[in-house]
């Protein structure tokens, strides 16, 4: 089954705001995958609707195969999202932000302590383990955020606009962490408006604009046609 299959799928908010208009789109497994588009295009929605938090008007989505209206729970067992917005405690420490977040979701302790570790170490943040997150710099925090994510163990990861308002610096540290994770399986997609970020890490992109995918394939396909 693919990663994310999404089919027809159509938003309409209260407001009368046709947000998605008929979005379909397939990511396959261990794919690192770009929804490239404006402000307004519907990125969030639609990444708002796959993880659960935005109701859809119509469509399907499924995850490795799992209907996610029908089979809620499980499709979100699946998931791991990164919040545009820094959201964790900056009163806590990184090892701390990291266990409790898996005690949350019923991971046994020693296990999150361990999982604890890999992901710090992956985010370049271990020497940062136990001083209080408020003192990170803001490539640190950005990339605990990705590391806690990544605490439960997701198959697919998920991020809106990881990237947006940070600068180059920033950027690149997020980049090789993801590259990492990818690297070690784990399928991701990422909304963005910079091409240079999708074009520096993913394989395959979707073009979306006014709520319509206007273009869908390899990246170098797409750049071909520049
Ligand atoms: P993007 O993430 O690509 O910037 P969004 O999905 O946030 O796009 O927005 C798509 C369209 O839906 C925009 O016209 C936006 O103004 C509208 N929109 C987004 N969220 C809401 C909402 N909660 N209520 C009404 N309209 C919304
Ligand atoms: P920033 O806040 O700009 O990301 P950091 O203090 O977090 O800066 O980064 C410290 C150093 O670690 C930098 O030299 C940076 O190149 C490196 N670095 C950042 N992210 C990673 C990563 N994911 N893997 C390896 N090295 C990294």
Not at 14 to 34: C, H, I, M, W
């Amino acid at each position: 089954a693919p990663a994310l299959r999404v089919s027809d799928l159509r938003k309409t908010y209260d407001n009368g705001v046709q947000a998605l208009k008929g979005v379909s789109l397939d990511v396959r497994p261990g794919d690192f995958f770009a929804l490239l588009g404006p402000n307004g295009a519907g990125k969030s929605t639609l990444i708002g609707i796959v993880s659960s938090l935005v109701n859809k008007s119509a469509g399907q989505v499924e995850v490795f195969g799992t209907d996610i209206a029908r089979h809620r729970s499980e499709a979100m067992r699946l998931l791991g999202l990164v919040p545009q917005e820094i959201n964790f405690n900056l009163f806590e420490k990184p090892f701390d932000i990291l266990v409790n977040y898996a005690g949350f979701y019923g991971i046994p302790r020693e296990e999150a302590m361990a999982r604890a570790e890999v992901e710090l170490k992956r985010g370049h943040l271990w020497e940062k383990a136990q001083v209080m997150s408020r003192t990170l710099s803001g490539g640190m925090k950005r990339r605990l955020m990705i590391a806690r994510a990544m605490m439960t163990a997701p198959r697919l990861l998920i991020l809106d606009e990881p990237t947006a308002g940070v600068d180059i610096e920033i950027r690149r540290g997020m980049w090789r962490t993801l590259r990492e994770i990818n690297a070690a399986g784990t399928t991701i997609i990422l909304t963005t408006h910079y091409l240079e970020e999708a074009e520096s890490l993913c394989k395959n992109l979707a073009i979306i604009d006014k709520g319509t995918i206007v273009a869908q394939g390899t990246m170098k396909a797409l750049l071909a046609k520049l």
